[in-house]
């Protein structure tokens, strides 16, 4: 049997128990035993009925990013891709870097839903060499107004660093939401954020340093359990926040194969510190380095005309011949009048999804090749539209890169 604890007996004179006495002590003694199980079971219980509810939670955030992934990257596509075409007219510099804030703005706020949907249902973050400072400046110039509000000091401490394998998208987001906690430690007096990249031998290291109010200590070892909120008000006790932020930058940091370390004092600030490997050294092409290759005549079809615009211009600006369409119907007529070489379809329109438009499309023109459009792309779906064949899948909102490197892969013109 297992030993729950130890009963110790005293008297003030020394005791010799019979028979009776000692079987009334072993009696006793069971009893207790009995009540210090039973209390940890009860204690067990409730620490599971918290990991069910906080599970039960995070399903109901997992079912409601799907829920509103779809219109919310709608919206994002629509005004990156209208960013990205202002941008590929001759527009003014200072007019350029705003529409170029714009763009990776959008694009971010896209890897914000996404890293979500990373954190709630375990999606695979897509991975490609790229450069972190990709995912610092646009996050410090989006947030300028905020410094300015707060009277933040911002210190840049950046050293060039070799590419990472990453999701650049989603590392964006945890820069967005480590500088959004330290904003919130410097809210009521201000003070000085400062921003270390360097490189450390094989790992990248990112640092976040506030001189804020630093993390209570009772809630210091954990930061990283969802639900657990760091953001404090004047008077130093925890208010706001969904207790998410960390948790998530924890579990994208750990995808990557690196750590996330906080050093924190009260009354004197917070340094978060990220460490990433670093990617193999891979030769990269540039997309603009490849060849031209004949222009293709493209059938876009989104329920949203916004996007469906967007997409538009961006492949007539890359000289392909492109129709738009936000009815399917009327799309499947156009595929049937005249031959068609690629058709972009969004996975979900009201009138007809994607997965039929495509089934429908294949019958008309087999030789023709699909490219999914989708504002959220579940591994269920994605798997169900590969079984149909289509050939490349892009995630709202899209670059113009990522449209020119799946046309380009579709004429087999090397990227």
Not at 55 to 84: C, K, P
Not at 135 to 142: E, F, G, H, R
Not at 180 to 206: F, K
Not at 234 to 243: A, C, F, I, M
Request: hydrophobic fraction near 45%.
């Amino acid at each position: 049997d297992d030993v729950v604890g130890c009963m110790v007996l005293v008297t003030a004179e020394t005791l010799t128990l019979d028979e009776q006495g000692q079987r009334l002590v072993e009696t006793f003694a069971a009893q207790a035993a009995l009540a210090i199980y039973q209390a940890r079971l009860i204690t067990k219980l409730k620490s599971s009925q918290v990991r069910v509810v906080q599970s039960e939670r995070l399903a109901a955030i997992g079912t409601l990013a799907a829920g509103v992934a779809h219109e919310f990257n709608n919206l994002l596509a629509g005004i990156s891709g209208i960013a990205q075409l202002a941008l590929l007219e001759d527009t003014p510099e200072e007019q350029r870097e705003a529409l170029d804030t714009v763009a990776k703005s959008a694009q971010n706020g896209g890897s914000i839903t996404r890293g979500l949907l990373t954190f709630a249902r375990h999606l695979e973050p897509k991975r490609e060499p790229a450069d972190l400072r990709n995912a610092i400046d646009p996050v410090l110039s989006m947030l300028q107004a905020e410094f300015r509000r707060a009277n933040i000091k911002v210190e840049r401490r950046i050293q060039p660093v070799a590419p990472l394998l990453c999701d650049i998208g989603t590392l964006a987001q945890v820069m967005l939401n480590l500088v959004t906690n330290a904003i919130d430690a410097m809210h009521s007096e201000g003070g000085t954020l400062t921003i270390e990249l360097a490189q450390d031998n094989d790992h990248v290291r990112l640092s976040v340093a506030d001189t804020g109010t630093g993390i209570p200590a009772d809630v210091r070892d954990r930061i990283f359990e969802p639900f657990v909120s760091t953001k404090t008000s004047n008077d130093g006790k925890l208010h706001g926040g969904s207790g998410l932020g960390l948790a998530i930058s924890y579990g994208i940091i750990a995808e990557h194969g690196g750590t996330i370390d906080v050093d924190s004092e009260e009354g004197r600030g917070t340094t978060m510190t990220i460490r990433l490997p670093l990617a193999g050294q891979a030769g990269q092409t540039s997309a603009h380095s490849a060849q031209s290759a004949q222009p293709l005549r493209v059938i876009i079809v989104d329920d949203e005309p916004l996007i469906a615009k967007s997409l538009h211009g961006l492949l007539t600006k890359e000289g392909h011949e492109a129709e738009w369409f936000t009815e399917p119907l009327k799309a499947l007529e156009a595929i049937s009048r005249a031959p068609v070489d690629v058709i972009f379809a969004d996975l979900m329109m009201p009138d007809m999804d994607g997965v039929t438009l495509i089934q429908r499309a294949k019958q008309r023109v087999p030789q023709a090749l699909h490219v999914v459009v989708t504002g959220q792309a579940n591994p269920q779906q994605l798997e169900l539209v590969k079984g149909l064949g289509v050939n490349a899948v892009i995630e709202k909102p899209f670059s113009l890169d990522a449209i020119r490197a799946v046309v380009r892969s579709l004429q087999r013109v090397p990227v």
